[in-house]
């Protein structure tokens, strides 16, 4: 599986910021990623590739970019970004494509707004900001998002200020534990999350384990598609990133992990799924965090189980790269699947698939790998409207699916 998306942003902007040097084995080169490492790279850090997912960061104190930051399709790239810069005296304007342009970018400029970070712009990119002299902070992180709570804390890095973060749900918390391999001291207790006194970074060694929001889509495919079995290795297996694991078994799948071990603060280990009967459920507003990107594919696990599913709380959805959970519900619907947004909830009925539909994703990586893997469960083959978005998140999804024995072809 390719490195883990989440963790490889951090990563990168881990070592722009430490002193020293950094090497990262196992970097996801997808292009939200490229993004970051580009703008690391315009912000004063260096920042080289010498290997196949093998990248070397060489920290500096920022510095405004002589251009625009262009941070593409992703949301992490844009919100991790804005955080660390901020506590550097430097002027730096953020830019993204047109989905990006759409999200909220509010939840981020409010809390650093009230560190003292200035911004011209609105809610959205693009956005300039003037960083530097921050204050402390004591954020209500509403709705629990960890883009937003790593970018207080990175803010934080730039100051001796209180920084606290509290949160209604927990979030993910890879930046916390990659600022602990760093040497930073952060306390938290899953809810209410701290910097420490000690907030200089050095640079270290990182080892990106494998992504699970990215294997999902494997083990979705050995859970629907009959006689099945796909072993993943060395997939990151956080709790607050398992949730997609907990609902196959909660679904009755056939779920084994080998071999769980430590890895540098993160959860990692084998995961083996494989085919068997598996039936609808039910999903509450607090398990979405730990699987909010995996609601796509947990959909389409959905439309292949016995029973209904609905899953609760999925508001956070609408403001992903596209709105996942109106585009899920169409998406299905055309496929002759029985599901529909019900408020914030997604409702599934579960069967045979009919399939055979071309299905809009409005560029929306997520959206077009979920139904691709449907057409591994339908009768008739599921086509996508764009699958080049794909390389944002997957670069090798294709090859991954082929080589399980997926058919995946080409139109033009
Ligand atoms: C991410 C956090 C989540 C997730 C995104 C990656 C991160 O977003 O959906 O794909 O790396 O911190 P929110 O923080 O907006 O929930």
Do not use: Y
Request: a negative charge; one cysteine or more; charged letters at 25%.
């Amino acid at each position: 599986m390719p490195g883990d998306k989440s963790v490889s942003h951090r990563a990168l902007i881990l070592g722009g910021l430490a002193e020293g040097e950094t090497v990262i084995s196992g970097l996801l080169e997808s292009e939200d990623v490229q993004a970051t490492a580009a703008a690391v790279r315009a912000l004063g850090p260096r920042v080289e590739r010498f290997g196949p997912g093998r990248w070397r960061v060489i920290g500096a104190p920022w510095r405004s970019p002589d251009a625009p930051i262009e941070c593409g399709n992703s949301g992490t790239a844009a919100r991790l970004l804005m955080g660390a810069a901020a506590g550097f005296d430097l002027t730096a304007t953020f830019v993204g494509d047109e989905s990006l342009s759409r999200r909220p970018m509010g939840r981020v400029r409010r809390p650093l707004e009230s560190m003292g970070v200035r911004f011209e712009g609105g809610d959205t990119l693009p956005l300039t900001m003037h960083g530097g002299g921050l204050r402390s902070i004591e954020h209500l992180n509403v709705p629990a998002s960890a883009q937003v709570k790593s970018a207080v804390l990175l803010a934080g890095l730039g100051s001796d200020a209180p920084v606290t973060v509290i949160e209604p749900l927990p979030s993910r918390n890879h930046s916390e534990i990659m600022l602990r391999h760093f040497g930073a001291e952060v306390e938290t207790d899953g809810r209410v999350t701290r910097l420490g006194a000690a907030r200089k970074l050095e640079g270290r060694l990182v080892s990106v384990p494998g992504d699970p929001s990215a294997a999902a889509f494997a083990w979705a495919a050995a859970a629907i598609v009959p006689g099945s079995e796909v072993r993943t290795e060395g997939v990151l297996l956080n709790p607050l990133r398992s949730g997609f694991i907990m609902a196959l078994q909660r679904m009755g799948a056939d779920v084994r992990l080998d071999n769980v071990r430590g890895s540098q603060g993160e959860t990692i280990g084998d995961v083996r799924v494989r085919f068997g009967p598996i039936f609808g459920a039910e999903f509450t507003p607090e398990e979405i965090p730990s699987m909010v990107d995996e609601i796509p594919i947990l959909a389409v696990v959905a439309a292949c189980a016995r029973g209904e599913t609905r899953i609760e709380g999925l508001d956070e959805l609408r403001h992903k790269e596209s709105d996942r959970l109106a585009l899920m519900a169409e998406g299905l619907s055309a496929c002759g699947v029985e599901a529909r947004a019900d408020g914030d909830a997604l409702v599934v009925r579960g069967g045979p698939v009919r399939g055979g539909a071309a299905v809009r994703t409005e560029g929306d990586h997520r959206i077009a790998m979920a139904h691709l893997v449907l057409g591994l469960g339908a009768a008739e083959p599921v086509e996508v409207d764009e699958a080049e978005m794909i390389a944002t998140s997957f670069p090798g999804f294709r090859e991954a699916m082929r080589g399980i024995g997926a058919g995946i072809e080409e139109l033009r």
